[in-house]
């Protein structure tokens, strides 16, 4: 019988657990014990000789799976003599921030927006979120695991109360007296925080739908349901806006006095205009009125994900003035420096968070009309997305290989007989641009076994139906 390695790399290789675009992520039956034992140890070998920190942080996400695996990971540094002190249920950024306060690495156990079964473990040391570069070393440490037991962990609240403490004081004021702000609740990791920042800041709160089962809210592919809530919800309550957010707090969702759900770029270019930024860093799925506005002195186009457009940020600088930020077409907003806002430094937070372009969007839009009305200000491009859910990477592999190479074939083939290809972008899947400035984009997700699709148009009805016209197309094509 053949001895099984107890080298880390070798657990790894074979235990179907994958980086994607934001963390380590597969099915939860994969989260074994040995499995998470070799990714926290590996990523301690990664930093240990790098960095000097007292301990380890940890949180999670309100998935059910979670608890037990932040058991292993801690399980894993104690047996290395390590400190950890877990924050419990909190937002990702929550833990990011009081991380990069203390100067220590942290670890969330997050499925953010993929499946119910499934989860994933997100790293930060304390300069930031793991690179791409480091993601590599890690996947390939050759020390053996050192196994621990699990033990109960006690909750220290001060993750929590200091990622409130940010937002609560930003204002001398209330600026959101007098409005109503709905916090669709479900089962994000930060609801019971939300309230808390918004009553601070003037709100009345409306608390919505908390779920006592896990919803996997995905922000760049927001449901009907969801959808139709939002409009019910402004009509019955005469909200002037709701927040929301994905499972694990770092991607938000905003919408506005009509219950119209904000495209997550719309609303981080809205919040990137109102911070001044001059620097701005985001993904290749993200509107084109970034660069129509002529608002950011410098703009990277990136990869999709945000270790891409971290990487970006970390190398513009704002010497010149301006601050340095990035945006994804999920809303997630990075705060690449420290900048002046509202007479008050706001120190950087680089990793997306969902609560800054909110609070942004919201002040600044109500001081003189409504979000609807900043939204129309905009060059009137709209974006559009979703996907096809348990649809296998090698068959997206193979669909985006073809329509690299056969763009005009493959536009044919799924019906667009008035789509005339301009362009092809291979940046990042397959991104076409039509003659008349529509553009079609596919790529496999990072994070799922998922094809996703986006659109761009000069309406947003349009935007809808090519992504709706085009999974269907596939479905009946290329299954």
């Known amino acids: 019988m053949e001895n099984k390695s107890n080298k880390i790399c070798d657990i790894i290789h074979n235990s179907n657990i994958a980086f994607g675009t934001s963390g380590a992520r597969g099915l939860v039956v994969d989260f ?21 920190f007292s301990h380890v ?21 104690r047996v290395l003599n390590i400190p950890v002190i877990y924050y419990g249920v909190i937002p990702t950024p929550a833990l990011a921030l009081k991380a990069k306060n203390d100067s220590v690495p942290c670890i969330m156990i997050t499925g953010s927006h993929i499946p119910f079964d499934r989860n994933g473990i997100k790293f930060y040391t304390p300069d930031g979120e793991l690179t791409k ?40 004021d209330k600026p959101l007296s007098g409005k109503l702000i709905g916090i669709y609740e479900h089962s994000s990791a930060g609801r019971d925080l939300y309230s808390i920042v918004f009553e601070n800041l003037g709100a009345k ?58 495209r997550g770029d719309i609303l981080g270019l809205l919040c990137a205009e109102f911070l001044s930024i001059k620097n701005l860093a985001t993904p290749i799925n993200c509107t084109s009125a970034i660069d129509i506005r ?17 990487e970006a940020l970390s190398d513009m600088s704002c010497k010149d003035g301006g601050g340095i930020a990035g945006f994804e077409a999920n809303g997630g907003f990075i705060l690449g420096s420290d900048i002046i806002y509202n007479n008050r430094t706001l120190q950087a937070l680089p990793t997306r968070d969902a609560l800054l372009p909110a609070i942004i969007v919201m002040v600044e839009s109500f001081k003189t009309s409504t979000i609807s009305q900043c939204v129309s200000n905009l060059p ?49 899947g397959v991104r076409i641009t039509a003659s008349n400035g529509d553009i079609i984009h596919l790529r496999a997700s990072g994070n799922a076994p998922e094809l996703r699709c986006y659109a761009e148009s000069d309406t947003n009805e349009k935007a809808e139906k090519y992504v709706k016209w085009i999974l269907k197309s596939i479905e009946d094509n290329f299954s």
Request: charged share 25%.
């Open 32 to 52: 074994k014990q040995d499995v998470c034992t070799a990714f926290i140890q590996s990523f301690y070998h990664l930093i240990k000789d790098k960095f000097s």
């Open 57 to 77: 942080a940890l949180a999670i996400d309100n998935r059910p799976s979670s608890y037990s695996i932040v058991q292993y990971c801690a399980s894993a540094l």
């Open 133 to 172: 570069k480091d993601e590599s070393i890690l996947l390939n440490c050759e020390e053996e695991i050192v196994c621990g037991s699990d033990f109960d962990l006690s909750v220290d609240n001060g993750a929590c109360d200091f990622y409130i403490k940010r937002y609560s004081e930003l204002y001398d």
């Open 205 to 262: 709160v409306v608390p919505l739908d908390r779920s006592d089962v896990f919803v996997p809210i995905d922000t760049e592919a927001v449901s009907d349901s969801d959808r139709g809530k939002a409009k019910n919800w402004c009509q019955e309550f005469k909200l002037d806006a709701i927040f929301s957010t994905d499972g694990d707090g770092d991607r938000p969702l905003v919408a506005d006095e009509n219950g119209i759900w904000l």
């Open 294 to 310: 002529n608002s950011f002195s410098k703009i990277v186009r990136t990869k999709i994900g945000s270790p891409y457009v971290i």
């Open 380 to 428: 009137q491009r709209f974006t559009f997305s979703d996907r096809i859910t348990d649809y296998p990477s090698n068959k997206s592999r193979n669909l985006i290989f073809y329509a690299i190479n056969s763009p005009s074939d493959f536009i044919n083939k799924i019906g667009l007989r008035d789509f005339c290809v301009l362009s092809v972008n291979q940046l990042d």
